[in-house]
C-alpha cells in the first residue's frame, strides 16, 4: 500500500494538528499576528506530569527556538532558548508569576526579565538569549 501513488493519507490534516499542539501547547511556543514570523515568541506550555517531558526545536527565521521541560514531582524545570533579533513573551498574572523562578530568582524581582502590559495582559518579557525556570506545578 505505502507504494501505491494513489495513497496520500500521509499528508493528512491530523498529522499536522498533532504537530501544532504539541509546540504551541505543550513545548509552548507560539507566534503572535501583531509581531508575525516568531518575531516575539509569545511562551506559555503546559506543564503536565503525564507526559513527563517535551523537548522542542524550531528553525526559525532569527535562529533556532528551543523549549524543554521535565517534570520532577511538583515542580517542572523549563529551558528555553530565545534567538538573536527576537523577544520573548510570557503571559503571566501575578498569582501565576509566584510560582516561577528564573535562574533562582523570583520572576517578579528577575534582573532578565521585564514586567510589561501588553495589549491589556501583564506579563515579562526576555531578551534573546537562554533562560531556566523552576516552575510550581
Known amino acids: 500500500m505505502k ?3 494513489s495513497m496520500n493519507s500521509y499528508n493528512h490534516y491530523a498529522y499536522g494538528a498533532v504537530a501544532d499542539w504539541i ?4 513545548a509552548g511556543v507560539d507566534a503572535t499576528p501583531l509581531d508575525a514570523g516568531f518575531h516575539t515568541v509569545v511562551l506559555h506550555p503546559v506543564f503536565d506530569a503525564r507526559m513527563g517531558w517535551v523537548r522542542f526545536d524550531y528553525a526559525s527565521a532569527y535562529g533556532t527556538i ?3 521541560w521535565k517534570v520532577n514531582g511538583a515542580t517542572a524545570e523549563w529551558h528555553v532558548t530565545i534567538p538573536a533579533n527576537t523577544t520573548g ?3 503571566l498574572n501575578a ?3 509566584a510560582k516561577y523562578k528564573l535562574e ?4 517578579p524581582a528577575s534582573k532578565l ?3 510589561l502590559t501588553r495589549d491589556g ?4 518579557e526576555l531578551g534573546a538569549g537562554s533562560y531556566t525556570f523552576a516552575v510550581e506545578m
Open 3 to 5: 507504494d501505491d501513488p
Open 23 to 26: 509546540y504551541r501547547y505543550a
Open 66 to 68: 528551543h523549549s524543554d
Open 89 to 91: 513573551w510570557l503571559n
Open 95 to 97: 498569582d501565576e508569576a
Open 104 to 107: 533562582g530568582a523570583e520572576l
Open 113 to 115: 526579565a521585564k514586567a
Open 121 to 124: 495582559e501583564s506579563g515579562f
